[in-house]
C-alpha cells in the first residue's frame, strides 16, 4: 500500500501544484458571482456541461473510486447496476421533476413539498433533508476519504476528516455553488484521465481484453446474477434499487441542486442526459480497475487496496500524486457539493422561512456560513463513530444506509407528484413516523439483527418499507376528510417547453445504448 514515505519529490510538487490550482479556481468563481446575490443556486446560470459535471463529480466519491474497485476484484461488473441502472431514474428526474421543480420556481425540494403540502410538511422535510445530508454524504464521504488519507499519511480519522472539510468549505463558503460547479468541472476531467490510464496501463500489461477475460471468472462479467447469490441477487437490485434510485438522483437536494440552479429546463435536461452517459464511464474507470487487478494479482489480501495496487505498481513517480490529488478531489466535489446543500435547506427553508422572514442576502450569506461551520463539525463527529464500527465493507454499508433512507422521500415524492388526492397528514406521516420506521429496521438490519434468523436483502427490505409506505399513505388519504390543501395547484405549475430534437434524440441515443449494454452483459 502507499504511505507517505513513498511518494516521492515530483508527487509532492504535484500534489501542492494542484491544490494551488485548485484554490485558484475557487478565488475566481467567487469573482465571478454577482455582488449581493445568493451563494446557492449560481443565479441560475449553470449550463448543461456544468449540471452534468457537478451531478457526476457529487456522486462520485471516494467510495466510488476505492470501494468500486474493491467490489470490482470480488464480483466483477455485477455492482455495476448501481452506476448504470441509473438512468431511469435520471431520465424520471429530466422529464417529470425538474419541469415541476423549475416551475414552480423554488430553491430547495423542502420548498417544493411546503407548496405542495403546507409548512409543517416543508419543516419536517427540511430537517429530514439536512440528517440525511450529514449521515449519508458527509459522513460517509468523510469516512470512506479518511481511510485513504489514515493509510496515506499515517494520521487520525478526525484529522483526515478536518483536513478535508477545511479544504471543502472553502469553496462552499467563498463562491457558493458556482465554485463547486467550476471547480467539479476541472476535477472531473482530471478523474478520467487518471482512471483512463490504469485501466489502459493495466490492459497493456495483461496482454489486452481477451487475457483479462481468460484470466477471470465467467461471471464476473454479467450484470444479473442468481437470486441465490449471497451480494448481488438479481431480484432486490431490479424491485429495490428503484427506490433508492427515485430518493437519490430526483428527490435528495445535494444531487437535484445543480438542476435547480439550471439556466432553464432545456440546460437542465441536457444536464441531466450528460450526467446519464457519464454514468457509463463508472464500470470501466472505477469497477474494471479493480477486475485488472484480481487477474493481475489475485492473491491480494484486502481487496480495498486494489486501486492503489494498480497506481502503486503501474505509475511511474509524479502520476501516484497526481492520482492522489485526483482522489482528494472527489472528496472536494462530494463534501463541497453536500455542504452547500446543507447551508441552502437550513438557510432557505428554516432560517428565513420560520426565524428572519425578511433576512437581507448579508444575513442569509453569513448564516450560511454559520451553518456550514456548524455541520462540518457534527459531521467529523458522526465520521469518528462510525470509524468505532468495525467488521463493515465500506461499499454494502454505503449502498444499505441509502436503502434505509429512501423509502420515506421517495413514497412522499412519488404520490405527491402523481396523485393529487394525496394529503398533508399522509405525508407528514410518512415523513415522520416511516422514517422511524426505515431508519429503525436499518439499525436492526446492520447492528442488532438476531442471530438463528434468515436474513433478506436490504434492498428487498427498502422496497418493502416503500410499498408498506405508499399503501399507508393512500389509505389515509383516502380516510383523510379535511380539506385539500391548495398545493394541489402545483400540478398546473410545471414548466412546460417543447421538447427540442437535441434533448430527444440525446434521451433516445441513451437509452438505446444503455439496453445494448445490458443485453450484453447478461
Same mark, same amino acid.
Given at each position: 500500500?502507499?504511505?507517505?514515505?513513498?511518494?516521492?519529490?515530483?508527487?509532492?510538487?504535484?500534489?501542492?501544484?494542484?491544490?494551488?490550482?485548485?484554490?485558484?479556481?475557487?478565488?475566481?468563481?467567487?469573482?465571478?458571482?454577482?455582488?449581493?446575490?445568493?451563494?446557492?443556486?449560481?443565479?441560475?446560470?449553470?449550463?448543461?456541461? &456544468?449540471?452534468?459535471?457537478?451531478?457526476?463529480?457529487?456522486?462520485?466519491?471516494?467510495?466510488?473510486?476505492?470501494?468500486?474497485?474493491?467490489?470490482?476484484?470480488?464480483?466483477?461488473?455485477?455492482?455495476?447496476?448501481?452506476?448504470?441502472?441509473?438512468?431511469?431514474?435520471?431520465?424520471?428526474?429530466?422529464?417529470?421533476?425538474?419541469?415541476?421543480?423549475?416551475?414552480?420556481?423554488?430553491?430547495?425540494?423542502?420548498?417544493?413539498?411546503?407548496?405542495?403540502?403546507?409548512?409543517?410538511?416543508?419543516?419536517?422535510?427540511?430537517?429530514?433533508?439536512?440528517?440525511?445530508?450529514?449521515?449519508?454524504?458527509?459522513?460517509?464521504?468523510?469516512?470512506?476519504?479518511?481511510?485513504?488519507?489514515?493509510?496515506?499519511?499515517?494520521?487520525?480519522?478526525?484529522?483526515?476528516?478536518?483536513?478535508?472539510?477545511?479544504?471543502?468549505?472553502?469553496?462552499?463558503?467563498?463562491?457558493?455553488?458556482?465554485?463547486?460547479?467550476?471547480?467539479?468541472?476541472?476535477?472531473?476531467?482530471?478523474?478520467? *484521465?487518471?482512471?483512463?490510464?490504469?485501466?489502459?496501463?493495466?490492459?497493456?500489461?495483461?496482454?489486452?481484453?481477451?487475457?483479462?477475460?481468460?484470466?477471470?471468472?465467467?461471471?464476473?462479467?454479467?450484470? *444479473?446474477?442468481?437470486?441465490?447469490?449471497?451480494?448481488?441477487?438479481?431480484?432486490?437490485?431490479?424491485?429495490?434499487?428503484?427506490?433508492?434510485?427515485?430518493?437519490?438522483?430526483?428527490?435528495?437536494?445535494?444531487?437535484?441542486?445543480?438542476?435547480?440552479?439550471?439556466?432553464?429546463?432545456?440546460?437542465?435536461?441536457?444536464?441531466?442526459?450528460?450526467?446519464?452517459?457519464?454514468?457509463?464511464?463508472?464500470?470501466?474507470?472505477?469497477?474494471?480497475?479493480?477486475?485488472?487487478?484480481?487477474?493481475?494479482?489475485?492473491?491480494?489480501?484486502?481487496?480495498?487496496?486494489?486501486?492503489?495496487?494498480?497506481?502503486?505498481?503501474?505509475?511511474?513517480?509524479?502520476?501516484?500524486?497526481?492520482?492522489?490529488?485526483?482522489?482528494?478531489?472527489?472528496?472536494?466535489?462530494?463534501?463541497?457539493?453536500?455542504?452547500?446543500?446543507?447551508?441552502?435547506?437550513?438557510?432557505?427553508?428554516?432560517?428565513?422561512?420560520?426565524?428572519?422572514?425578511?433576512?437581507?442576502?448579508?444575513?442569509?450569506?453569513?448564516?450560511? &456560513?454559520?451553518?456550514?461551520?456548524?455541520?462540518?463539525?457534527?459531521?467529523?463527529?458522526?465520521? /469518528?463513530?462510525?470509524?468505532?464500527?468495525?467488521?463493515?465493507?465500506?461499499?454494502?454499508?454505503?449502498?444499505?444506509?441509502?436503502?434505509?433512507?429512501?423509502?420515506?422521500?421517495?413514497?412522499?415524492?412519488?404520490?405527491?407528484? *402523481?396523485?393529487?388526492?394525496?394529503?398533508?397528514?399522509?405525508?407528514?406521516?410518512?415523513?415522520?413516523?416511516?422514517?422511524?420506521?426505515?431508519?429503525?429496521?436499518? /439499525?436492526?438490519?446492520?447492528?442488532?439483527?438476531?442471530?438463528?434468523?434468515?436474513?433478506? &436483502?436490504?434492498?428487498?427490505?427498502?422496497?418493502?418499507?416503500?410499498?408498506?409506505?405508499?399503501?399507508?399513505?393512500?389509505?389515509?388519504?383516502?380516510?383523510?376528510?379535511?380539506?385539500?390543501?391548495?398545493?394541489?395547484?402545483?400540478?398546473?405549475?410545471?414548466?412546460?417547453?417543447?421538447?427540442?430534437?437535441?434533448?430527444?434524440?440525446?434521451?433516445?441515443?441513451?437509452?438505446?445504448?444503455?439496453?445494448?449494454?445490458?443485453?450484453?452483459?447478461?
Amino acid at each position: 500500500m502507499i504511505n507517505a514515505s513513498y511518494l516521492q519529490g515530483l508527487d509532492w510538487g504535484i500534489l501542492i501544484g494542484y491544490f494551488v490550482i485548485l484554490l485558484a479556481i475557487g478565488i475566481w468563481a467567487s469573482t465571478q458571482r454577482k455582488k449581493g446575490s445568493s451563494l446557492f443556486l449560481a443565479e441560475n446560470s449553470l449550463r448543461w456541461y &456544468h449540471i452534468g459535471f457537478s451531478m457526476w463529480g457529487t456522486n462520485v466519491g471516494p467510495s466510488m473510486l476505492i470501494a468500486s474497485a474493491s467490489a470490482g476484484f470480488t464480483t466483477g461488473i455485477v455492482s455495476g447496476n448501481f452506476a448504470w441502472y441509473a438512468f431511469i431514474f435520471i431520465c424520471m428526474l429530466a422529464f417529470v421533476f425538474a419541469p415541476r421543480y423549475l416551475g414552480s420556481k423554488v430553491s430547495t425540494l423542502p420548498e417544493f413539498m411546503g407548496k405542495r403540502f403546507g409548512q409543517s410538511t416543508r419543516n419536517i422535510l427540511a430537517w429530514y433533508t439536512m440528517i440525511t445530508i450529514l449521515i449519508s454524504w458527509l459522513a460517509l464521504t468523510l469516512f470512506a476519504g479518511g481511510v485513504l488519507i489514515r493509510q496515506v499519511f499515517d494520521i487520525p480519522m478526525w484529522q483526515s476528516a478536518l483536513i478535508l472539510l477545511a479544504i471543502s468549505a472553502f469553496f462552499t463558503m467563498l463562491g457558493g455553488l458556482k465554485a463547486v460547479a467550476y471547480t467539479n468541472v476541472y476535477q472531473m476531467l482530471l478523474l478520467i *484521465f487518471v482512471s483512463g490510464t490504469i485501466v489502459v496501463a493495466g490492459l497493456y500489461k495483461l496482454g489486452g481484453i481477451d487475457e483479462l477475460v481468460a484470466r477471470t471468472p465467467a461471471d464476473y462479467w454479467v450484470l *444479473f446474477r442468481p437470486n441465490s447469490d449471497v451480494d448481488f441477487p438479481w431480484l432486490p437490485i431490479v424491485l429495490g434499487y428503484p427506490i433508492s434510485g427515485i430518493w437519490f438522483w430526483c428527490t435528495d437536494q445535494s444531487m437535484v441542486q445543480p438542476v435547480l440552479a439550471a439556466k432553464n429546463l432545456r440546460e437542465g435536461q441536457l444536464g441531466t442526459n450528460f450526467t446519464g452517459w457519464l454514468k457509463i464511464l463508472d464500470v470501466p474507470l472505477y469497477i474494471l480497475p479493480g477486475i485488472i487487478c484480481f487477474a493481475l494479482y489475485p492473491t491480494l489480501a484486502n481487496p480495498d487496496e486494489a486501486y492503489m495496487t494498480m497506481v502503486k505498481n503501474l505509475f511511474p513517480v509524479g502520476m501516484v500524486g497526481l492520482v492522489l490529488a485526483v482522489l482528494t478531489a472527489a472528496l472536494v466535489s462530494t463534501i463541497g457539493s453536500a455542504l452547500n446543500a446543507l447551508s441552502t435547506v437550513f438557510t432557505m427553508d428554516i432560517y428565513v422561512k420560520k426565524f428572519n422572514p425578511k433576512a437581507s442576502t448579508k444575513e442569509i450569506i453569513r448564516m450560511g &456560513h454559520v451553518v456550514t461551520v456548524v455541520g462540518a463539525i457534527l459531521s467529523v463527529v458522526i465520521c /469518528v463513530a462510525i470509524d468505532s464500527i468495525k467488521g463493515l465493507n465500506l461499499f454494502n454499508v454505503f449502498q444499505s444506509v441509502l436503502s434505509f433512507i429512501a423509502p420515506p422521500m421517495a413514497a412522499v415524492f412519488v404520490l405527491g407528484v *402523481f396523485w393529487k388526492r394525496t394529503t398533508k397528514r399522509a405525508a407528514n406521516f410518512a415523513l415522520t413516523l416511516g422514517t422511524l420506521l426505515s431508519i429503525g429496521t436499518g /439499525v436492526i438490519y446492520l447492528w442488532a439483527w438476531p442471530e438463528g434468523v434468515a436474513k433478506p &436483502h436490504f434492498m428487498m427490505l427498502s422496497f418493502y418499507l416503500w410499498v408498506a409506505l405508499v399503501i399507508a399513505m393512500m389509505l389515509i388519504s383516502q380516510f383523510d376528510k379535511s380539506p385539500m390543501e391548495e398545493g394541489t395547484e402545483l400540478f398546473d405549475k410545471v414548466e412546460r417547453q417543447k421538447t427540442g430534437v437535441l434533448v430527444a434524440g440525446l434521451w433516445i441515443a441513451l437509452i438505446l445504448v444503455m439496453v445494448g449494454l445490458y443485453i450484453f452483459f447478461n
